[in-house]
């Protein structure tokens, strides 16, 4: 198996930063780490679950769609040669599913031409990143099945590296490798994910709350409760890796001049799905909460979540940053308390 040095790392990533816009797990000065633009000195191998998942590579808050400029449409199909360094497999995970939502039925070319244009590099998980993370309840860690180019394996001064595709293999030309015996490495993987997962214990109740939602057992106190607490901020979809709801906007900037633009929209807001009649079917913030988590728990669709066990891929950002503590896990534990 090939290996890189960890000593290396700024220089590779300086290298692939020649020839994409190069995404990494950047320190900021207040000590949180965000994914941005590949920068030397604020780099760090040493991060924890940035506060948002790399989604908007693929799907920017927001972004024109077409323009009109004399009266004539042009379409904006907008992609850069993009890098994520660091993914980890939830957000790896995250990506697989809205990358399918976003191309069955109507594809969508803006979201694809972005990530045909991306490559991936997943760091595995060496152990959970705070108490909210649940990737082994979910399928979809610690380490990511498939879906990245490469797949780096932090094993002390060394990264063992995982090919995951054609444009893995070139990513890797020129580069200073090393090699390892396959069986040692082989070995070495099974260590890794054996430490990782005994950090991160399955919850057992997400399943449990799945079944009880399928038999409708669910008191609409629950739902009730949650809706009074909610102050409809959107946070939970924004920071989610699988919330993919945008709204269009249309706006006139002359005569015969403008443009289009979608923007990240939330189902917990009340406009998001009140039809043009002024009606709207769902129209407590209650009910609004109850279709948000049923979604994700159950009537995703069963190609979206790809292998993984549900519309969740147990990242724990909506519990992290709810202001008033309604992630899924908290409502699991409400459904099954
Ligand atoms: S629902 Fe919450 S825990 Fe699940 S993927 Fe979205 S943000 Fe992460
Ligand atoms: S983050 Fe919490 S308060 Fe904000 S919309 Fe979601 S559930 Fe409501």
Redesign the pocket.
């Known amino acids: 198996m090939k290996t890189l040095a960890k000593k290396d790392i700024n220089k590779i990533l300086s290298i692939w930063s020649q020839k994409h816009d190069v995404l990494a797990p950047t320190k900021m000065d207040n000590g949180d780490c965000i994914f941005s633009a590949f920068d030397e000195k604020a780099f760090t191998l040493d991060y924890k679950k940035p506060p948002l998942s790399p989604k908007s590579v693929f799907f920017p808050q927001s972004e024109i769609i077409f323009r009109v400029e004399k009266n004539r449409y042009n379409e904006v199909v907008a992609a850069k040669k993009a890098l994520i360094f660091g993914l980890r497999s939830c957000d790896m995970m995250?990506i697989r599913q809205a990358s399918s939502f976003m191309s069955r039925d109507n594809k969508d070319i803006y979201y694809q031409a972005r990530q045909n244009a991306a490559a991936t590099v997943v760091m595995a998980c060496p152990k959970a990143q705070n108490e909210t993370c649940f990737c082994t309840t979910t399928l979809s860690g610690p380490v990511a099945k498939k879906g990245f180019d490469l797949q780096l394996y932090d094993i002390g001064d060394t990264l063992l590296v995982e090919i995951g595709s054609p444009r893995g293999e070139e990513l890797l030309t020129g580069m200073p490798l090393a090699e390892m015996e396959e069986s040692q490495a082989k070995q070495k993987i099974d260590e890794f994910l054996q430490n990782a997962i005994l950090t991160i214990p399955e919850v057992k109740s997400v399943i449990d709350a799945m079944n009880k939602l399928k038999d409708r057992k669910i008191a609409e106190k629950v739902w009730d409760d949650f809706g009074a607490k909610c102050i409809t901020c959107g946070g939970?979809a924004f920071?989610?890796?699988?919330?993919t709801c945008f709204n269009v906007y249309d706006h006139q900037q002359a005569a015969g001049e403008g443009i289009r633009l979608r923007a990240w929209d939330a189902c917990l807001y009340s406009g998001f799905t009140r039809e043009a009649s002024g009606h709207n079917p769902r129209a407590s913030q209650a009910s609004r909460l109850k279709r948000r988590h049923e979604h994700?728990l159950l009537d995703y669709n069963n190609t979206d979540i790809q292998d993984g066990l549900c519309g969740?891929?147990?990242?724990?950002?909506?519990?992290d940053y709810c202001p008033v503590h309604i992630?899924?896990l908290e409502v699991v534990k409400a459904i099954t308390g």
């Open positions: 995250g939970c920071v989610c890796p699988t919330c994700k969740c891929v147990g990242c724990g950002r909506c519990s992630g899924t």
